[in-house]
Protein backbone atom coordinates (compact mmCIF):
# COMPACT_ATOMS: atom_id res chain seq x y z
CA UNK A 1 0.00 0.00 0.00
CA UNK A 2 1.35 3.67 -0.74
CA UNK A 3 0.09 5.65 1.87
CA UNK A 4 0.88 9.09 0.96
CA UNK A 5 -0.74 9.49 -3.01
CA UNK A 6 -3.44 11.74 -2.63
CA UNK A 7 -2.99 12.47 1.31
CA UNK A 8 -3.52 16.06 2.23
CA UNK A 9 -0.47 15.78 4.40
CA UNK A 10 0.54 19.05 4.12
CA UNK A 11 -2.23 21.55 3.64
CA UNK A 12 -6.20 20.59 4.21
CA UNK A 13 -9.51 22.33 3.98
CA UNK A 14 -12.90 20.99 5.36
CA UNK A 15 -16.03 22.09 6.51
CA UNK A 16 -17.56 20.97 9.89
CA UNK A 17 -21.48 21.23 10.28
CA UNK A 18 -23.62 21.73 13.30
CA UNK A 19 -24.74 18.68 15.29
CA UNK A 20 -26.28 15.65 13.94
CA UNK A 21 -25.27 16.92 10.50
CA UNK A 22 -22.67 15.26 8.03
CA UNK A 23 -19.52 18.03 7.51
CA UNK A 24 -17.55 17.32 4.32
CA UNK A 25 -14.58 15.17 3.46
CA UNK A 26 -10.84 16.54 3.67
CA UNK A 27 -9.56 17.81 0.98
CA UNK A 28 -6.48 19.47 -0.89
CA UNK A 29 -5.04 20.54 -4.41
CA UNK A 30 -6.37 22.44 -6.97
CA UNK A 31 -10.05 22.63 -6.97
CA UNK A 32 -11.14 25.61 -8.83
CA UNK A 33 -14.78 26.05 -9.23
CA UNK A 34 -15.92 22.94 -7.54
CA UNK A 35 -18.23 22.91 -4.99
CA UNK A 36 -20.30 21.51 -1.59
CA UNK A 37 -23.18 21.75 0.13
CA UNK A 38 -23.41 21.00 3.70
CA UNK A 39 -26.59 20.31 5.48
CA UNK A 40 -27.59 21.44 8.69
CA UNK A 41 -29.78 19.19 11.12
CA UNK A 42 -33.50 20.00 11.68
CA UNK A 43 -33.64 22.93 14.22
CA UNK A 44 -29.95 22.79 14.49
CA UNK A 45 -28.95 26.72 14.88
CA UNK A 46 -24.62 26.08 15.28
CA UNK A 47 -22.61 27.23 12.83
CA UNK A 48 -20.51 25.68 10.29
CA UNK A 49 -16.79 26.09 10.31
CA UNK A 50 -14.46 26.24 7.62
CA UNK A 51 -10.71 24.46 8.30
CA UNK A 52 -7.65 25.37 6.97
CA UNK A 53 -4.65 23.43 8.04
CA UNK A 54 -1.39 24.66 6.26
CA UNK A 55 1.60 22.98 6.79
CA UNK A 56 5.25 24.15 6.87
CA UNK A 57 6.18 23.71 2.96
CA UNK A 58 7.05 27.15 2.20
CA UNK A 59 7.85 26.91 -1.58
CA UNK A 60 4.32 26.08 -2.56
CA UNK A 61 1.82 29.30 -2.67
CA UNK A 62 -1.73 28.63 -1.16
CA UNK A 63 -4.58 31.06 -2.38
CA UNK A 64 -8.30 30.51 -1.69
CA UNK A 65 -11.98 32.47 -3.07
CA UNK A 66 -14.83 30.96 -1.40
CA UNK A 67 -18.28 32.28 -2.19
CA UNK A 68 -20.92 31.38 0.33
CA UNK A 69 -24.48 30.78 -0.19
CA UNK A 70 -27.03 30.41 2.33
CA UNK A 71 -30.52 27.88 1.22
CA UNK A 72 -33.63 28.58 2.83
CA UNK A 73 -34.97 25.39 4.72
CA UNK A 74 -36.91 22.57 2.49
CA UNK A 75 -35.53 24.83 -0.79
CA UNK A 76 -33.81 21.45 -2.17
CA UNK A 77 -35.11 22.35 -6.00
CA UNK A 78 -32.12 24.74 -5.76
CA UNK A 79 -29.97 22.74 -3.22
CA UNK A 80 -30.26 19.16 -3.23
CA UNK A 81 -31.85 16.67 -1.25
CA UNK A 82 -30.48 16.07 2.29
CA UNK A 83 -27.35 14.18 1.73
CA UNK A 84 -26.04 15.80 -1.60
CA UNK A 85 -22.10 17.12 -1.24
CA UNK A 86 -22.45 18.45 -4.78
CA UNK A 87 -25.97 19.34 -6.65
CA UNK A 88 -26.10 19.99 -10.14
CA UNK A 89 -28.86 21.74 -11.80
CA UNK A 90 -28.59 21.60 -15.48
CA UNK A 91 -29.79 18.68 -17.83
CA UNK A 92 -25.79 18.14 -19.04
CA UNK A 93 -22.80 19.00 -17.34
CA UNK A 94 -19.54 17.60 -16.19
CA UNK A 95 -18.93 16.17 -12.82
CA UNK A 96 -15.12 15.18 -11.53
CA UNK A 97 -13.36 14.04 -8.05
CA UNK A 98 -11.84 16.72 -5.98
CA UNK A 99 -8.49 17.77 -6.89
CA UNK A 100 -8.94 16.50 -10.81
CA UNK A 101 -7.88 19.07 -13.35
CA UNK A 102 -11.63 20.04 -14.49
CA UNK A 103 -10.60 22.98 -16.20
CA UNK A 104 -7.39 21.31 -18.57
CA UNK A 105 -7.78 20.72 -21.77
CA UNK A 106 -5.44 17.47 -20.95
CA UNK A 107 -4.86 14.68 -17.86
CA UNK A 108 -1.28 14.24 -17.12
CA UNK A 109 -0.05 11.86 -14.85
CA UNK A 110 -0.08 14.27 -12.61
CA UNK A 111 -3.63 14.19 -11.94
CA UNK A 112 -4.37 12.40 -7.96
CA UNK A 113 -7.61 11.84 -6.76
CA UNK A 114 -7.50 12.51 -3.19
CA UNK A 115 -8.23 9.71 -0.47
CA UNK A 116 -10.68 9.46 2.18
CA UNK A 117 -13.16 10.62 0.07
CA UNK A 118 -16.86 9.21 0.68
CA UNK A 119 -19.61 11.68 -0.55
CA UNK A 120 -23.20 11.87 -3.21
CA UNK A 121 -23.05 14.15 -6.21
CA UNK A 122 -26.89 14.48 -7.30
CA UNK A 123 -28.36 15.69 -10.33
CA UNK A 124 -31.74 17.44 -10.74
CA UNK A 125 -34.15 15.82 -12.88
CA UNK A 126 -35.32 18.12 -15.91
CA UNK A 127 -38.67 18.19 -17.02
CA UNK A 128 -39.75 15.64 -18.95
CA UNK A 129 -36.36 13.61 -18.76
CA UNK A 130 -36.45 10.05 -18.49
CA UNK A 131 -33.05 8.65 -18.12
CA UNK A 132 -29.30 10.08 -17.86
CA UNK A 133 -25.86 9.41 -19.47
CA UNK A 134 -22.08 9.39 -18.57
CA UNK A 135 -19.05 9.25 -20.66
CA UNK A 136 -15.56 9.86 -20.02
CA UNK A 137 -14.75 13.75 -20.51
CA UNK A 138 -11.35 12.89 -22.20
CA UNK A 139 -11.67 9.85 -24.17
CA UNK A 140 -8.95 9.46 -26.38
CA UNK A 141 -6.80 6.35 -25.38
CA UNK A 142 -3.20 8.05 -24.11
CA UNK A 143 -0.40 6.62 -25.89
CA UNK A 144 1.68 9.14 -23.13
CA UNK A 145 1.13 9.65 -19.33
CA UNK A 146 3.22 12.55 -19.23
CA UNK A 147 1.08 14.25 -22.42
CA UNK A 148 -2.52 12.96 -21.79
CA UNK A 149 -4.53 10.68 -20.40
CA UNK A 150 -8.22 9.81 -20.10
CA UNK A 151 -10.41 11.23 -17.53
CA UNK A 152 -10.99 7.63 -15.58
CA UNK A 153 -8.52 5.72 -13.38
CA UNK A 154 -9.88 4.07 -10.36
CA UNK A 155 -8.14 1.13 -8.83
CA UNK A 156 -6.50 -1.96 -10.49
CA UNK A 157 -7.37 -3.71 -13.58
CA UNK A 158 -8.74 -6.99 -13.90
CA UNK A 159 -5.29 -8.06 -15.23
CA UNK A 160 -1.63 -6.42 -16.65
CA UNK A 161 -3.52 -5.04 -19.61
CA UNK A 162 -5.78 -1.43 -18.88
CA UNK A 163 -9.55 -2.90 -18.11
CA UNK A 164 -12.69 -2.02 -16.82
CA UNK A 165 -14.17 -3.17 -13.24
CA UNK A 166 -18.08 -3.50 -11.73
CA UNK A 167 -19.23 -4.80 -8.74
CA UNK A 168 -17.79 -6.79 -6.03
CA UNK A 169 -14.54 -6.78 -7.67
CA UNK A 170 -14.33 -2.76 -6.90
CA UNK A 171 -13.49 -3.05 -3.82
CA UNK A 172 -10.88 -0.20 -2.95
CA UNK A 173 -11.83 3.15 -4.99
CA UNK A 174 -15.06 3.12 -6.95
CA UNK A 175 -17.78 5.52 -7.84
CA UNK A 176 -21.22 4.14 -7.82
CA UNK A 177 -24.05 4.70 -10.63
CA UNK A 178 -27.23 2.65 -9.33
CA UNK A 179 -28.73 1.15 -12.23
CA UNK A 180 -26.27 1.52 -14.22
CA UNK A 181 -25.82 -0.08 -18.32
CA UNK A 182 -25.19 0.36 -21.20
CA UNK A 183 -26.87 3.18 -23.49
CA UNK A 184 -28.68 0.67 -25.97
CA UNK A 185 -30.05 -1.36 -22.73
CA UNK A 186 -31.23 2.01 -21.76
CA UNK A 187 -32.80 2.98 -24.24
CA UNK A 188 -34.98 -0.36 -23.97
CA UNK A 189 -35.72 0.37 -20.46
CA UNK A 190 -37.24 3.61 -20.88
CA UNK A 191 -39.38 2.19 -23.46
CA UNK A 192 -40.15 -0.80 -21.41
CA UNK A 193 -39.94 0.29 -17.96
CA UNK A 194 -38.55 -2.63 -16.63
CA UNK A 195 -34.91 -3.28 -15.00
CA UNK A 196 -32.29 -5.45 -16.44
CA UNK A 197 -30.62 -8.47 -14.34
CA UNK A 198 -27.48 -6.52 -15.88
CA UNK A 199 -28.05 -3.30 -13.84
CA UNK A 200 -24.65 -2.78 -11.71
CA UNK A 201 -23.74 0.05 -9.24
CA UNK A 202 -19.98 -0.15 -8.71
CA UNK A 203 -18.00 0.85 -11.32
CA UNK A 204 -13.79 0.73 -11.30
CA UNK A 205 -10.93 0.13 -13.16
CA UNK A 206 -8.90 1.84 -15.81
CA UNK A 207 -11.52 1.71 -18.60
CA UNK A 208 -15.07 3.34 -18.13
CA UNK A 209 -17.52 0.66 -19.15
CA UNK A 210 -20.36 -0.95 -18.07
CA UNK A 211 -19.14 -4.88 -17.98
CA UNK A 212 -15.81 -5.84 -16.29
CA UNK A 213 -12.74 -6.54 -18.75
CA UNK A 214 -13.73 -4.26 -21.31
CA UNK A 215 -10.72 -3.02 -23.11
CA UNK A 216 -12.74 0.35 -24.06
CA UNK A 217 -14.84 2.86 -23.21
CA UNK A 218 -18.38 2.90 -23.22
CA UNK A 219 -21.58 5.48 -22.50
CA UNK A 220 -23.01 4.63 -19.03
CA UNK A 221 -26.50 5.06 -18.31
CA UNK A 222 -29.18 4.69 -15.64
CA UNK A 223 -33.15 5.24 -15.50
CA UNK A 224 -32.95 4.63 -11.82
CA UNK A 225 -34.50 8.12 -9.34
CA UNK A 226 -32.91 10.10 -8.40
CA UNK A 227 -30.06 10.73 -10.47
CA UNK A 228 -26.84 9.63 -8.11
CA UNK A 229 -23.25 9.30 -8.41
CA UNK A 230 -21.76 8.14 -5.00
CA UNK A 231 -17.76 8.63 -4.43
CA UNK A 232 -16.18 6.02 -2.42
CA UNK A 233 -12.55 6.06 -2.48
CA UNK A 234 -10.47 4.42 0.36
CA UNK A 235 -7.33 5.72 2.02
CA UNK A 236 -4.18 3.98 0.34
CA UNK A 237 -3.36 3.29 -3.12
CA UNK A 238 -2.74 -0.62 -3.66
CA UNK A 239 1.25 -0.97 -5.16
CA UNK A 240 4.06 0.84 -6.14
CA UNK A 241 5.24 2.52 -9.37
CA UNK A 242 7.79 0.28 -9.94
CA UNK A 243 8.60 -0.51 -13.50
CA UNK A 244 7.61 -4.65 -12.88
CA UNK A 245 4.35 -3.75 -11.63
CA UNK A 246 0.97 -4.05 -13.46
CA UNK A 247 -1.90 -2.52 -13.54
CA UNK A 248 -3.68 -5.69 -11.81
CA UNK A 249 -1.45 -5.24 -8.80
CA UNK A 250 -0.53 -1.29 -9.03
CA UNK A 251 -2.75 1.83 -8.87
CA UNK A 252 0.20 3.91 -10.16
CA UNK A 253 1.61 1.67 -13.07
CA UNK A 254 0.35 1.91 -16.79
CA UNK A 255 -1.56 4.79 -18.12
CA UNK A 256 -3.88 5.73 -17.57
CA UNK A 257 -3.18 4.88 -13.77
CA UNK A 258 -5.44 3.65 -11.10
CA UNK A 259 -4.95 7.33 -9.11
CA UNK A 260 -6.59 9.76 -11.92
CA UNK A 261 -10.48 9.87 -10.25
CA UNK A 262 -12.53 10.84 -12.97
CA UNK A 263 -14.08 13.74 -14.95
CA UNK A 264 -17.39 13.01 -16.20
CA UNK A 265 -19.34 14.36 -18.83
CA UNK A 266 -23.40 13.72 -18.29
CA UNK A 267 -26.65 14.61 -19.94
CA UNK A 268 -30.03 13.91 -19.66
CA UNK A 269 -32.53 12.23 -22.42
CA UNK A 270 -36.12 12.44 -22.89
CA UNK A 271 -39.15 10.01 -22.53
Known sequence: MNDAIGDCTTDQMFISSGSGARGSPVICGTNTKYHMIIDNAPGDTECQTVNFNIGGDTSTTRSWSIRVTQYACGDTDNSGWPGCLQYYTSTANNIASF???????????????????????????????CYICYSEAHQALPTDANIDQVSFGLSVSPDITIKSRVETLCTNDWIEIPGANSDAIAVIQASTGVATATDISRICGRVFAPTNAAAAADTICTRTLPFRVGVNFDDSEVGTSAATAMASTSEQSVFPGGIIGFQLTYWQVGC
Open 99 to 129: NFPAEATTVTQSATHLQNQNYDICIRRGSGM
